[in-house]
């Protein structure tokens, strides 16, 4: 599985195409070619990029409690997958974002590409400027996610 790390400043030229940087496509796995899945995100107004394998983990996750003959479970699979696009990169390693998802999250020029554990968020830079926690916040956050979680693991 890959993991990305670190945030990187991009721009989008006039059809959508966006310079994947470098250092991701060192981080990601020798054996994945590059082929990804964008998406807008479930809570935020941003976008995420699966590389191809993420994807399918994300998938198997999502069968495995999915009954395709539940109605409610139905209109989650289809707002989950709505919007969706393939996205190959190109032999400049630049990445064409359809038009529309671009507009659903308000990027038009200046982009961060995020890294996030196995995915990648795609955000309107002025957006991702203003969604950073303050520290005290993030500190609070953390004890409450991470509550004793840390000594479970390291055992």
């Excluded at 064409?96 to 968020?121: N, Y």
Aim: hydrophobic letters at 40%.
């Amino acid at each position: 599985m890959n993991s990305f790390i670190g945030d990187y400043n991009c721009k989008a030229d006039a059809k959508g195409r966006i310079l994947f940087p470098s250092a991701f496509k060192r981080q990601m796995a020798s054996s994945a070619n590059e082929r990804f899945v964008i998406k807008k995100d479930l809570f935020e107004k941003c976008l995420v990029l699966y590389p191809i394998d993420e994807w399918e983990r994300q998938n198997k996750i999502i069968r495995s409690k999915i009954n395709p003959y539940n109605k409610e479970h139905n209109r989650f699979l289809r707002g989950f997958y709505k919007g969706t696009a393939e996205i190959v990169l190109d032999n400049n390693n630049r990445m064409l974002i359809p038009k529309r998802l671009l507009e659903q999250v308000g990027i038009t020029k200046e982009v961060v590409l995020a890294g996030q554990d196995g995915k990648i968020e795609v955000w309107a830079k002025e957006l991702y400027a203003h969604i950073i926690e303050s520290d005290d916040e993030l500190a609070k956050l953390t004890e409450k996610i991470m509550d004793g979680s840390i000594n479970e693991i390291s055992e």
